[in-house]
């Protein structure tokens, strides 16, 4: 294990699209969605067992969830436990671990990831990590993970890579978000888009450089602060530092701009779990295509997914193509290829109904 590989999980998130399993108080990486004896956040954090020594692993995470971070991750010290104060989206929360852990080692390699993602070959997914931190580690480089398509998804973003046959690291051409169905489409038949994984690869050097060139006024913030990390004064710094950052993507901010972009392909059974399609797509069937937890009798219903309370018998009947989920207080039925709407429910919910719905 080299002890200059350091991992940044960010954990902030509420995960609205996978409401109402997913609150406000509770979001959905702090649970065991896969029904497997661990918590998404528990599961990205043994990911990397094998890649960089617990010490060096940093999530960061809304303040609010502070105490859910060290009762899942009992062996991270509050030092590797960055608090945000208010959400930014991902360009200041990686600039915080980036300009926190530059301070203890200037030499360091970054893996970014997301918390709430699901990742079937563990073996396939440590040596494509390795051969990443390796080009990062040797060039000048910001690297992310491209996963290659199974299907024309219209939820996730693209990136056109440049076929290189000589070289696994390819040099990134475009990428594109969400595109529709037909591009979608298109982008699969080509043969040289891959899925963008959000995850990230590269020297703190060279991300600490590419914000002071793209995101010059996140740069300042941070490089002023710099000092207060790793002491007293880090959590008012950041307080104020967030008071001043603006809301944006790494991606937008710093990715589709940089000319040293590069993806590396992996086949690792890959999914973001963002929504509730994409838990029913990765689950395990019955015979009727039902993807089933909790205490249920089905009739004459095929293609569900169908997510409810152990302790509540639930009884469907003559539904296909459905999402029934309940949870604490909130029970949605929604046709599952309308899942789009269950943003526009929860926030339906807060503003008619009330906060504690959410």
């Not at 993970?145 to 440049?162: A, N």
């Not at 891959?194 to 914000?211: C, E, H």
């Not at 249920?296 to 095929?302: G, I, N, Q």
């Not at 029970?331 to 309308?338: H, K, P, Q, T, Y």
Request: hydrophobic residues 35%; proline residues 4%.
């Amino acid at each position: 294990m080299n002890e200059n590989t350091y991992v940044v999980i960010m954990a902030g998130g509420i995960g609205s699209r996978f409401w109402p399993f997913s609150r406000t108080d509770f979001p959905k990486q702090f649970h065991d969605v896969l029904g497997v004896g661990e918590s998404m956040l528990q599961m990205t954090m043994n990911r990397f067992k094998d890649i960089c020594p617990p010490e060096n692993v940093y999530v960061v995470t809304n303040r609010d969830y502070e105490n859910l971070v060290k009762e899942q991750l009992p062996q991270l010290s509050d030092n590797q436990i960055l608090l945000e104060p208010i959400g930014r989206n991902t360009a200041p929360c990686i600039a915080y671990a980036s300009y926190k852990i530059a301070q203890i080692n200037p030499n360091a390699n970054l893996i970014v990831t997301p918390s709430d993602h699901v990742v079937l070959k563990q073996d396939a997914f440590t040596q494509v990590i390795k051969k990443a931190v390796e080009a990062a580690d040797s060039d000048d480089v910001l690297i992310t993970l491209g996963i290659t398509p199974s299907r024309p998804d219209t939820g996730y973003g693209y990136i056109q890579y440049i076929d290189d046959e000589s070289n696994t690291i390819k040099k990134v051409k475009t990428f594109t978000e969400k595109p529709n169905l037909e591009l979608a489409q298109m982008f699969l038949n080509s043969g040289d888009f891959v899925w963008n994984s959000g995850i990230f690869i590269w020297n703190v050097q060279s991300i600490t450089r590419a914000f002071k060139q793209y995101l010059p006024e996140i740069s300042e913030i941070f490089e002023e602060g710099a000092s207060s990390m790793h002491t007293p004064q880090e959590s008012n710094f950041i307080v104020k530092a967030y008071s001043h950052c603006r809301n944006i993507s790494i991606d937008y901010g710093i990715m589709e701009k940089v000319d040293n972009v590069y993806v590396v392909l992996a086949d690792i059974g890959w999914s973001d779990l963002g929504t509730w399609n994409s838990l029913y797509t990765i689950n395990q069937k019955d015979e009727a295509g039902n993807v089933v937890g909790g205490n249920v009798m089905l009739y004459d219903t095929k293609d569900c997914i169908i997510k409810t309370p152990k302790e509540r018998l639930v009884v469907v009947q003559g539904l296909e193509g459905y999402i029934v989920a309940e949870h604490d207080n909130v029970l949605m039925i929604c046709r599952l290829d309308e899942e789009q709407k269950v943003k526009e429910f929860m926030s339906d919910a807060k503003s008619k109904k009330g906060a504690e719905y959410i």
